[in-house]
């Protein structure tokens, strides 16, 4: 269903419309949020919507569920940047943390509640492989990437591909049984699909 809805956006002919439909949803969600910002407040999500319009400089500071998330994708890619791509292994994030904490550049972007919660695991696929393998993680981006290409075919093919990498930035364990399952599908196929191309030219 996703998908087909993608592909219906993507029609040159539905360019106007969907520009001005999205145009007046984000106008009504804008005026909502401005007249009604104090009776939404109240919840959750009202109130990470009013802060974000409200000061939009500290998006990743009005959360704390929000922050944690930033924390672990952030800082195990600075920590992959700071150590010139070389692995810090398996057992250093926690360590390389409290240096972070400890550092006024960089404290500031922590909450209070991500202070507390000691962090021993990196929560966030991306963020693990690159921190603790370093360079050598990238050789698994591209292996997705040159595979997704090969199997996902017509206008939406970059968008497949940069959801599928998004949705690993998440708290998508690299160590669960399903990931693994799903990138050697991925190659399977597109070893496959190379096969039969490779067949119906000679």
Not at 69 to 78: K, T
Not at 81 to 91: D, Q, R, T, V
Not at 140 to 164: H, Q, R
Request: with cysteine.
């Amino acid at each position: 269903m996703l998908y087909a809805f993608i592909s219906f956006m993507a029609k040159k002919k539905n360019k106007l419309k969907i520009f001005l439909i999205v145009s007046f949803f984000l106008f009504v969600f804008i005026t909502i949020i401005n007249n009604y910002s104090e009776q939404i407040s109240g919840i959750r999500i009202g109130r990470i919507l009013t802060l974000m319009f409200e000061n939009p400089d500290k998006l990743v500071l009005i959360d704390d569920s929000i922050n944690e998330r930033f924390v672990h994708l952030f800082f195990p890619i600075y920590g992959f940047f700071e150590n010139w791509g070389l692995p810090h292994g398996y057992s250093q994030y926690a360590d390389f943390m409290d240096d972070c904490y400890n550092n006024p550049d960089l404290n500031y972007l922590v909450t209070d509640y991500t202070l507390n919660n000691k962090i021993i695991r990196i929560m966030s696929g991306w963020g693990s492989i690159l921190f603790e393998l370093g360079a050598v993680g990238l050789l698994l981006l591209y292996v997705i990437v040159k595979n997704l290409k090969i199997i996902v075919e017509g206008k939406m093919k970059y968008v497949i591909i940069l959801g599928f990498i998004g949705l690993l930035a998440n708290a998508v364990s690299f160590a669960t049984a399903l990931l693994p399952f799903t990138i050697g599908n991925i190659i399977y196929l597109a070893e496959k699909k190379k096969k039969n191309m490779y067949e119906n030219n000679f």
